[in-house]
């Protein structure tokens, strides 16, 4: 698997998993709707700063993203 579909679906599950939208998660972690859709698509490549916004706005550790189940 391709990090970025392993980064897109484990963001995608924390999200599910704390009851946020797409939008209130890009709000908070202030990066636009569309980019973390990407993102969780695994079709945005975003940086390691993008990654630990996205991390701190979830109240998780970065690893929590890129970790294999």
Do not use: C, F
């Not at 990066?31 to 973390?36: D, G, N, R, S, W």
């Not at 990407?38 to 706005?57: F, K």
């Amino acid at each position: 698997m391709d990090v970025r579909q392993r980064v897109g679906l484990n963001l995608q599950a924390l999200r599910k998993a704390k009851g946020l939208s797409q939008e209130e998660l890009a709000h908070r972690a202030d990066i636009h709707q569309t980019y973390l859709s990407g993102v969780e698509r695994g079709r945005r490549n975003p940086s390691v700063v993008v990654l630990a916004r996205i991390a701190a706005a979830m109240e998780e550790d970065i690893e929590a993203l890129t970790k294999r189940h």
